[in-house]
Nanobody, 124 residues
């Protein structure tokens, strides 16, 4: 079992930056591909980014490519999401999730564990 706790959300002006962190419990963190999703009010949860177990590959939604960077530190059991050039449309609750498969993880269905989410609000 993996428990995930996100932090780092907040209120920021458009064009600003935030860095989200997701701390994982348990000794098996390095065996999971990790992902970030987000959900805005009235919308479905959507994929943001994912990273392989050994940090060898990353994958991004087109809407954040070039602005967001996902990374992980397996020694600290933590995955990060650096968000730059934020836009009002990035406003959402952001969730990290753990994927035990080798699939890239664009679909939420491949993730077994989820954090409680952290709110990101971008003002115009």
């Amino acid at each position: 079992q993996v428990q995930l706790v996100e932090s780092g959300g907040g209120l920021v002006q458009a064009g600003g930056s935030l860095r989200l962190s997701c701390a994982a419990s348990g000794r098996t963190f390095s065996t999971y591909r990790m992902g970030w999703f987000r959900q805005a009010p009235g919308k479905e949860r959507e994929f943001v980014a994912s990273i392989s177990r050994n940090r060898g590959s990353t994958y991004y939604a087109d809407s954040v490519k070039g602005r967001f960077t996902i990374s992980r530190d397996n020694a600290k059991n933590t995955v990060y999401l650096q968000m730059n050039s934020l836009k009002p449309e990035d406003t959402a609750v952001y969730y990290c999730a753990a994927n035990p498969t080798l699939r890239v993880g664009v679909s939420a269905s491949v993730y077994d564990y989820w954090g409680q989410g952290t709110q990101v609000t971008v003002s115009s």
